[in-house]
C-alpha cells in the first residue's frame, strides 16, 4: 500500500489522458490524519476530487466488504461519472460473486439531473466508455 498517487500519461483512439491509481479506499478507522490508512484515505479523496471522470475497481473475490460500500457511496457524491469494475471473475465459478457488486452499485431510479453510474465487466471498463471521456 502507499499513500501516493501513481499518474501515468495514457491513449486511446486518438485522445491523450492521465491515469491515476490510487492506494486504494480504506474505511475510516481512526480520526488520526498521520496514520497510513488516513493519507492513502486522502490521497483516493483528492484524485476523485481532480477527476474528469472515475473508474472504480473491486476485486470481486474478496467480497463487498464496508469500505467498498462507502466508496460507492463517496462516488455517488462526487458527482463524477464513474464506471464501477468488479474484477478477478475469471471462471464461470466467480460469476455469483457479481450479483452483490451489482446490486451495490447499480443505478436507483432517480432524476435526471443526477449523476449516471454504470456496472461493467473488465472487458468494457476502456477510456472510450460513454461514461467516461477523457
Known amino acids: 500500500m502507499t499513500r501516493d498517487r501513481l499518474v501515468a500519461p495514457a491513449a486511446h ?15 475510516e478507522t481512526s480520526q488520526d490524519r ?13 484524485a ?8 472504480c ?22 458527482g463524477k461519472p464513474t464506471l464501477f469494475v468488479a474484477q478477478k471473475i475469471d471462471t464461470p465459478r466467480h460469476e455469483p460473486l457479481v450479483s452483490e457488486f451489482y446490486a451495490a452499485v447499480r443505478r436507483p431510479r ?5 449523476p449516471s453510474t454504470a456496472a461493467a465487466s473488465p472487458r468494457s471498463a476502456t477510456p472510450s466508455s460513454p461514461h467516461c471521456r477523457p
Not at 483512439?13 to 474505511?27: K, M, S, W, Y
Not at 473475490?61 to 462526487?78: F, I, K, N, Y
Open 13 to 27: 483512439a486518438g485522445r491523450t489522458f492521465l491515469c491515476v491509481d490510487t492506494g486504494g479506499f480504506l474505511a
Open 34 to 46: 498521520g496514520t497510513l490508512v488516513a493519507q492513502v484515505r486522502g490521497q483516493t479523496l483528492a
Open 48 to 55: 476523485i476530487e481532480q477527476a474528469d471522470c472515475v473508474v
Open 57 to 78: 475497481v473491486f476485486d470481486a473475490q474478496s467480497g463487498l466488504g464496508p469500505a467498498d460500500r462507502e466508496m460507492v457511496d463517496v462516488l455517488r457524491r462526487s
Open 110 to 114: 432517480q432524476s435526471r439531473s443526477r
